[in-house]
């Protein structure tokens, strides 16, 4: 299995794929839907919830998504993804822009999902019970 710069994706490689766009404050944006690659070829990826579960996220298109070099990438960046940021809107002026750049010049800091986030569902779970 390739990505659309042909590359070879490997189980647990993180991909970004252009879903679409939209239009907000007179500005263009791509949607990037974030999933994993978990070594099948079901049309099928990997997605994660805030407890960091993967669930099956369906009808992804390797062949047109970009793997994410995860050294690249933020830890905090990979915390989110690990506890379910899942789409992140970028600024369709950088589309000439490497995947990486395009990534980290998006909104996925307003998207992210922190430790706090986590520990606030976790006690929100326990009161409930």
């Not at 990505?3 to 500005?27: F, P, Q, T, V, Y």
């Not at 579960?53 to 298109?61: D, G, I, T």
């Not at 905090?76 to 950088?94: A, I, K």
């Amino acid at each position: 299995m390739k990505d659309i710069n042909h590359k070879n994706i490997k189980k647990d490689d993180i991909l970004a794929e252009i879903i679409g766009g939209c239009r907000r404050d007179r500005k263009w944006f791509d949607t990037i839907a974030l999933w994993e690659y978990k070594g099948q070829t079901d049309g099928s990826g990997y997605r994660y919830n805030i407890e960091n579960n993967p669930y099956s996220y369906w009808w992804v298109n390797p062949n047109k998504s970009f793997i994410l070099d995860k050294n690249k990438l933020p830890e905090d960046f990979l915390f989110s993804f690990y506890h379910g940021m899942e789409y992140l809107d970028t600024p369709e002026e950088q589309n000439n822009n490497d995947i990486i750049d395009r990534v980290l010049n998006s909104n996925w800091k307003e998207k992210s999902i922190n430790k706090i986030d986590v520990e606030d569902y976790e006690k929100r779970k326990i009161n409930n019970q």
